[in-house]
């Protein structure tokens, strides 16, 4: 792509957000990705497949997360590459800090909200799925308090459930109009 962006997912666990990335950085060249449960186990001194205790999973863990990656991502986007951030962004209060520091860097910020059938989403998360420690118990608390779609700003919905290589050309495509309009 001609232009850098910063790109967050949004949605709850199990729709698909993770898949979705990874084919997302098949497609785009000189972007980097940070997915938070990654983040998040690499700060506190655990493998990615072992699964954090529940109480590591709180608002200063979560902060030192998310200012972590977002110093990353500052760094990447000066260095002319693109990010993409890999987190459920479930709230405004957490995805605000990201689109202040697009703005600061006159860098378009823009989601992609993943979406999925809660009935394919329970089942898929009652399976083992990498690096993600989401349970059905995680999905509905964070259910009832999301605020969704990012409609602070520009995004588009996606089913998680498309095939992903189709799902993430079409977020490729409506990406590629947006930043020519911009």
Request: positive net charge.
């Amino acid at each position: 792509m001609d232009r850098r962006f910063l790109l967050l997912t949004v949605g709850l666990p199990g729709v698909g957000k993770t898949t979705l990335v990874r084919h997302l950085l098949r497609l785009i060249d000189g972007a980097k990705a940070y997915e938070s449960d990654v983040v998040r186990k690499r700060l506190l001194g655990y493998p990615p497949d072992r699964p954090l205790p529940r109480h590591l999973y709180n608002p200063r863990v979560n902060g030192k997360t998310f200012a972590f990656i977002r110093e990353e991502a500052r760094r990447d986007l000066k260095d002319g590459l693109s990010v993409i951030v890999d987190a459920t962004f479930t709230r405004r209060e957490y995805r605000r800090p990201f689109l202040d520091m697009g703005l600061e860097l006159g860098v378009p910020t823009v989601g992609i909200h993943v979406f999925a059938e809660e009935e394919v989403v329970l089942r898929r998360l009652q399976r083992a799925r990498g690096v993600s420690d989401a349970n059905v118990e995680v999905y509905l608390l964070l259910k009832r308090t999301a605020e969704l779609p990012p409609d602070e700003m520009p995004h588009i919905s996606v089913d998680g459930t498309e095939e992903p290589f189709t799902a993430a050309v079409k977020v490729l495509t409506w990406l590629k109009g947006l930043l020519r309009a911009l």
